[in-house]
């Protein structure tokens, strides 16, 4: 995520390496799918937007969304249809580069009885609203797990807190809290998205 020599080279070669990645688990997924009699022909298409490395949205002018993808190669490599780059399509159209999620969230879990909200904690938190009458939202949150990750690697060694056990030892520092809580995206009204842009081992330091 951060610049570097000679980026757009690298940057093509890890596309290709992770249309690969994306290969593999197609054809795992694809075995899996067999026991229950679906095939690669009844596949209709794969949805892959890539792995962002920069986000934008809004800024300098549209602004822009960049992820590392081939979705040309997977397609090659699968046999399969690939769906790509919606999410520049959504930050053209004046959204924040991730349409799919409320959608989905919608989708599966939206209830015209009742109001209700889906938080998904990845590396960056998102929430998708579900109003049992009204427009359905999503908009990132704030970090989720890109923190702790950073701080797990700087002290232990490992990429990441293995099932929290690390986090649940420890205590809430009130103070600390608060004190992030000042960061101005927290205030932000949505829509709105962020990433390691802001939320980064230069953003912890100074913290």
Same mark, same amino acid.
């Given at each position: ?12 070669? *890890?596309?290709? @390496?992770? &249309? ?8 795992? +997924?694809?075995?899996? /799918? $067999? ?57 053209? *159209?004046?959204? @924040?580069? &991730? ?8 989708? +599966?879990?939206?209830? /015209? $009885? ?94």
């Amino acid at each position: 995520n951060s610049p570097g020599h000679n980026e757009l080279h690298r940057a093509a070669l *890890a596309a290709n @390496q992770l &249309a690969g990645v994306y290969a593999r688990v197609v054809e795992r +997924l694809l075995l899996i /799918a $067999a026991v229950q009699g679906i095939h690669r022909q009844d596949i209709t298409a794969i949805g892959a937007h890539g792995q962002t490395v920069r986000h934008q949205p809004q800024a300098f002018g549209t602004g822009y969304t960049l992820q590392l993808n081939n979705p040309a190669l997977l397609a090659e490599l699968t046999g399969i249809d690939v769906i790509a780059d919606f999410r520049n399509a959504d930050v053209a *159209a004046g959204g @924040q580069g &991730a349409p799919l999620v409320p959608a989905f969230h919608a989708a +599966l879990w939206a209830d /015209a $009885a009742q109001s209700r909200a889906v938080l998904n904690i990845g590396g960056i938190s998102n929430i998708s609203l579900l109003p049992a009458c009204g427009t359905v939202q999503g908009f990132d949150c704030g970090p989720g797990n890109v923190l702790m990750d950073l701080w797990c690697q700087r002290h232990t060694g490992q990429a990441y807190d293995d099932a929290g056990r690390w986090a649940a030892s420890g205590h809430v520092q009130a103070d600390l809290l608060t004190r992030w809580m000042l960061e101005p995206f927290f205030h932000k009204p949505p829509p709105k998205s962020t990433g390691r842009e802001m939320f980064n081992q230069q953003w912890l330091d100074h913290l």
